[in-house]
C-alpha cells in the first residue's frame, strides 16, 4: 500500500481533494477530524493536566484552548507534545487497517505536514496550492474569519512556494473544481503500482 500525504496551507482546497479521493474509494485519515476526537475523548485527561482552564463539559474547549496559547511559543509546544504523539498513533492505526483491508492507497491529510516532519512518514506528498488572492478570499469569506486571524494562521505555516517547492505533486486549486479533480485522477493513475516504503517500516515495527 502506498501512503499519500496530502497538505497545503489553509484555504488552499485540502478537504474538496480528500473528499475527492473519498469518492475514488481511497481511504482518508484527517489529522483535524483526528484532534477533534482526541479533544472529546482520549486526548482530554492530558490535556486538562497541561491546560485546566480549557476544559468545559469534560472535553476540550478548542476556543479556550487557543485563547491560553495564542501568543505563548511555549505552550503551543507543550500541546503539540502533548497531541502530536496520539494523533500519530491514530494515523498509523488507520494505515495498518486500511492495509489489512487490501487498500491499495491510503492518505494521510495533514495540514502541518512539512512543519511536524511528517513528509518522513508518507510514501509521497501532494501540496494544493493557489495563487494569493484566491486563497485570502476563500479563507476571509469563513464566519468569524479576520485578516488579523489568517495573518496568525499564515505565520505558523510554511510559505506556499516552500511547500510547492518540497512537494512530489502540486495540484493547482486556484481553478475549477472538476479541474483540480482531474489533476488528482492523473496522480493516482501515475501512482498505480507504485511500492511504499511507509508500510514495511509499519509492519517492522519502527513506529516513528
Known amino acids: 500500500m502506498l501512503v499519500i500525504g496530502l497538505t497545503g496551507s489553509i484555504g488552499m482546497g485540502k478537504s474538496a481533494a480528500a473528499q475527492h479521493f473519498r469518492s475514488r474509494g481511497v481511504p482518508v485519515c484527517d489529522a483535524d477530524a483526528e484532534v477533534h476526537r482526541l479533544y472529546e475523548g482520549s486526548g482530554v485527561t492530558a490535556v486538562a493536566a497541561a491546560f485546566p482552564n480549557a476544559i468545559r463539559g469534560g472535553k476540550v474547549h478548542r476556543g479556550l484552548l487557543a485563547q491560553e496559547v495564542a501568543g505563548h511559543p511555549e505552550k503551543l509546544k507543550r500541546l503539540e507534545a502533548i497531541v502530536h504523539p496520539m494523533v500519530v498513533k491514530a494515523e498509523i492505526e488507520f494505515l495498518r487497517e486500511e492495509e489489512r483491508r487490501g487498500a491499495k492507497f491510503a492518505v494521510l491529510e495533514i495540514p502541518l ?78 501512482l498505480e503500482g507504485r511500492k511504499g516504503r511507509v508500510m514495511d517500516t509499519l509492519r517492522h515495527g519502527q513506529e516513528h
Open 113 to 190: 505536514l512539512f512543519e511536524t516532519g511528517a513528509e518522513k512518514r508518507v510514501d509521497v506528498t501532494v501540496v494544493l496550492s493557489a495563487p494569493p488572492e484566491v486563497q485570502r478570499a476563500r479563507v476571509l469569506a469563513r464566519p468569524g474569519m479576520t485578516i488579523d486571524k489568517l495573518e496568525h494562521l499564515l505565520k505558523r505555516q510554511l510559505a506556499d512556494a516552500e511547500k510547492r517547492a518540497r512537494a512530489d505533486f502540486v495540484v493547482d486549486s486556484g481553478t475549477t473544481l472538476e479541474d483540480m479533480q482531474a489533476q488528482l485522477d492523473k496522480i493516482l493513475e501515475s
